[in-house]
Antibody, heavy 125, light 107 residues
Framework: EVKLLESGGGLVQPGGSLRLSCAAS????????MTWVRQAPGKGLEWVST????????YYADSVRGRFIISGDSSKNTVYLQMDSLRADDTAVYYC??????????????????WGQGTMVSVSS | DIQMTQSPSTLSASVGDRVTITCRAS??????LAWYQQKPGKAPKFLIY???TLQSGVPSRFSGSGSGTEFTLTISSLQPDDFATYYC?????????FGQGTKVEIK
């Protein structure tokens, strides 16, 4: 059974930093890309970032590029999201998700077939 | 970036109704579209991928269709457990985008 457990959320002041973690189990971590998706209070889903299973390729939404860094540690089966220069509009529940396909899809992107329960990030003074 | 537009934003229906949600892409995305269901306070649940393939374990009353720029999610006979918000997502490129969501509520 796939399990994804996010941690690291909390309250931070504007301009501050947080690092989210997502501990994965139940599948071969290095075979799958991992994705972060966020949801602001009362709003829809927003794709944030994806890292390939190899850890070589990373992709970011324009809204976070240059401020967030995604990384992975296959020895710990964990994916991270380092968030710097946080702003009020980064306030959201952050979900970690496993991509569906082993390797890379022809399309370049992928759907996410398993999701964690989410961790709340609040940016406020 | 590819924009995804869902309609309607809210849908009121009764148990047993046939329900259809539309998702339009701002440019062709072939069949690279997924559908998710989300209930309040919960993570999204994966329903359909490649526009029309049902994820294992998802009830057969759910179906998806379409290609290019226009897609639909149909629930053939709405059940009490189906009242939720539904999102489409394109994965035609590394930069993925979601629709704004369609809330299916009890009439």
């Amino acid at each position: 059974e796939v399990k994804l457990l996010e941690s690291g959320g909390g309250l931070v002041q504007p301009g501050g930093s947080l690092r989210l973690s997502c501990a994965a189990s139940g599948f071969f971590f290095s075979n799958y890309a991992m994705t972060w998706v966020r949801q602001a209070p009362g709003k829809g889903l927003e794709w944030v970032s994806t890292i390939s299973g190899s850890g070589i390729s990373m992709y970011y939404a324009d809204s976070v590029r240059g401020r967030f860094i995604i990384s992975g540690d296959s020895s710990k089966n964990t994916v991270y999201l380092q968030m710097d220069s946080l702003r009020a509009d980064d306030t959201a529940v952050y979900y970690c998700a496993k991509d569906q396909t082993v390797g890379t899809r022809l399309s370049g992107g992928d759907a996410s077939d398993s999701w964690g329960q989410g961790t709340m990030v609040s940016v406020s003074s | 970036d590819i924009q995804m537009t869902q309609s309607p934003s809210t849908l009121s229906a009764s148990v047993g109704d046939r329900v259809t949600i539309t998702c339009r892409a701002s440019q062709s995305i072939s069949i690279w579209l997924a559908w998710y269901q989300q209930k309040p306070g919960k993570a999204p649940k994966f329903l359909i991928y490649d526009a029309s393939t049902l994820q294992s374990g998802v009830p057969s009353r759910f179906s998806g269709s379409g290609s290019g720029t226009e897609f639909t999610l149909t629930i053939s006979s709405l059940q009490p457990d189906d009242f939720a918000t539904y999102y489409c997502q394109q994965y035609n490129s590394h930069s993925r985008t979601f629709g704004q969501g369609t809330k299916v509520e009890i009439k």
